[in-house]
T-cell receptor
Framework: DGGITQSPKYLFRKEGQNVTLSCEQN?????MYWYRQDPGQGLRLIYY???????QKGDIAEGYSVSREKKESFPLTVTSAQKNPTAFYLCASLGTARIYGYTFGSGTRLTVV | AQSVSQHNHHVILSEAASLELGCNYSYGGTVNLFWYVQYPGQHLQLLLKYFSGDPLVKGIKGFEAEFIKSKFSFNLRKPSVQWSDTAEYFCAVNAGNDYKLSFGAGTTVTVRA
């Protein structure tokens, strides 16, 4: 089945450490996204990428970095500069046929300990 | 930049009651509109979407939404809710050909048996 795979499901990080969240899709979608979900704030866009080797900052990019070396992969690194990294992170993708809407992964819950 | 407002943070109602969740957006051009649902412990699922045509859109699980361009609104409705409709509901807007999808803060719906 086609879809988006996010790993791991739960991740614990010590303060001061960088951590990378994985997002892989086999939908052949061009565009990929990273969102952060916090209670009462909905989903806020961190970074997005429309094509390979290109990405743009979203609304809350500070303290995060991404890469898009392959069409199917869009990893997110949460750096030590992110002041409040504990959150639920969602990856999404969008194909050329945009009328079908965005597809979301099942998310990674990151906790800083 | 577009923004999305969801009027109700938490709605509590009894089974068989009617549900209406408000959503307003701030963008004057062509928009694509979405409602997503997140059931407890599950990933985001698309309920319905509007791209063009009939402003009354029917989605899955008996939900519908009406796009009123003059009011910049896309309210979600269900005539008779069930306990299984307990979830968080998100309105989202994509402006024209922009690749960004902006979300509202979400509305938590609790249906009491």
């Amino acid at each position: 089945d086609g879809g988006i795979t996010q790993s791991p499901k739960y991740l614990f990080r010590k303060e001061g450490q960088n951590v990378t969240l994985s997002c892989e899709q086999n939908l052949n979608h061009d565009a990929m996204y990273w969102y952060r979900q916090d209670p009462g704030q909905g989903l806020r866009l961190i970074y997005y990428s429309q094509i390979v080797n290109d990405f743009q900052k979203g609304d809350i990019a500070e303290g995060y970095s991404v890469s898009r070396e392959k069409k199917e992969s869009f990893p997110l690194t949460v750096t030590s500069a992110q002041k409040n990294p504990t959150a639920f992170y969602l990856c999404a993708s969008l194909g050329t046929a945009r009328i079908y809407g965005y597809t979301f992964g099942s998310g990674t819950r990151l906790t800083v300990v | 930049a577009q923004s999305v407002s969801q009027h109700n943070h938490h709605v509590i109602l009894s089974e068989a009651a009617s549900l209406e969740l408000g959503c307003n957006y701030s963008y004057g051009g062509t928009v694509n509109l979405f409602w997503y649902v997140q059931y407890p412990g599950q990933h985001l699922q698309l309920l319905l979407k509007y791209f063009s045509g009939d402003p009354l859109v029917k989605g899955i699980k008996g939900f519908e939404a009406e796009f009123i361009k003059s009011k910049f609104s896309f309210n979600l409705r269900k005539p008779s809710v069930q306990w299984s409709d307990t979830a968080e509901y998100f309105c989202a807007v994509n402006a024209g050909n922009d690749y960004k999808l902006s979300f509202g803060a979400g509305t938590t719906v609790t249906v009491r048996a």
